[in-house]
């Protein structure tokens, strides 16, 4: 997610920082960027002149330091709440006392996030949809603290980058996953009770509800474990156990079938 909220960003005509844990990842990270977007050219769907120039703006680097030249960063790391918190704490630290904080979390409450920081009305979350240069969404959910000119300056980016911006009041799941992630569980449990094949299941729902994706091969590619954590949050802060996660979900998540990213979940990669 967030090697595509960058492409995004520098086709759109800003100057980005690539962060991650280590410079190397970093460095990766833009270096995978820079193959795919290669790939776009061949196939005449982008210029060559754009795209050097996004890849010109785009800074591989490792964690921040303090006083960065930062106006607006976008947080996609992992779906764990502690995690969050200590990263927006780190952020609130070093960068500049105007820069807005924004998440891509699918789940997390940002009221929760924000309370991690001094800047509580300069967060807010931006979630955007996997693939992210392709999805033209953009969920934004503001938080008890957030500002209407956080808010304001949030939408403003989101256009800038051509996506089309939704507002969500903060709650689990907030609207497409609220409606998305029980779907994919429920396909879970007819693949587990054994009322069809993984393939089936896809079939059914692509061919008779037209959708471009069946639920599982989604759920490979948004990563088992974030479908998971997703799930909990929602039975966990609704209490109603109609979301609670597919034991199958479960067990795929414990040996390490992840979906896409590690080359197996209900497909092979």
Request: proline share 5%; net charge neutral; glycine share 8%.
């Amino acid at each position: 997610m967030g090697q595509g909220i960058a492409q995004v960003a520098a086709l759109s005509g800003s100057s980005v920082l690539l962060v991650d844990a280590d410079q190397t990842f970093a460095q990766a990270g833009k270096q995978k960027l820079a193959s795919a977007l290669s790939r776009l050219v061949e196939k005449g769907k982008l210029d060559a002149k754009l795209v050097r120039a996004a890849l010109e703006r785009i800074e591989p680097s490792a964690p921040l330091a303090d006083g960065a030249e930062v106006d607006f960063v976008i947080e996609a790391i992992p779906e764990q709440l502690e995690l969050k918190r200590a990263l927006f704490a780190q952020l609130d630290r070093v960068l500049p006392p105007h820069a807005i904080l924004a998440s891509n979390t699918s789940s997390v409450s940002i009221t929760a996030l924000a309370a991690a920081t001094h800047r509580p009305g300069q967060v807010i979350g931006m979630h955007f949809m996997n693939p992210v240069p392709l999805m033209k969404l953009v969920e934004l959910i503001r938080g008890l603290q957030t500002s209407d000119a956080t808010y304001e300056a949030t939408q403003a980016l989101a256009v800038q980058f051509g996506k089309t911006a939704v507002l969500a009041r903060e709650a689990p799941g907030f609207i497409v996953n609220r409606i998305l992630i029980p779907m994919l569980n429920e396909a879970i449990f007819v693949l587990e009770q054994g009322l069809a094949s993984h393939i089936d299941i896809d079939v059914a729902m692509t061919m008779g509800t037209n959708q471009p994706m069946g639920p599982l091969a989604l759920a490979d590619m948004i990563g088992l474990d974030t479908v998971l954590a997703i799930c909990e949050v929602l039975h966990r802060e609704l209490g109603d156990d109609k979301y609670r996660a597919a034991p199958l979900l479960r067990r795929y998540v414990a040996a390490g079938w992840l979906g896409r990213k590690t080359g197996r979940g209900f497909y092979a990669y």
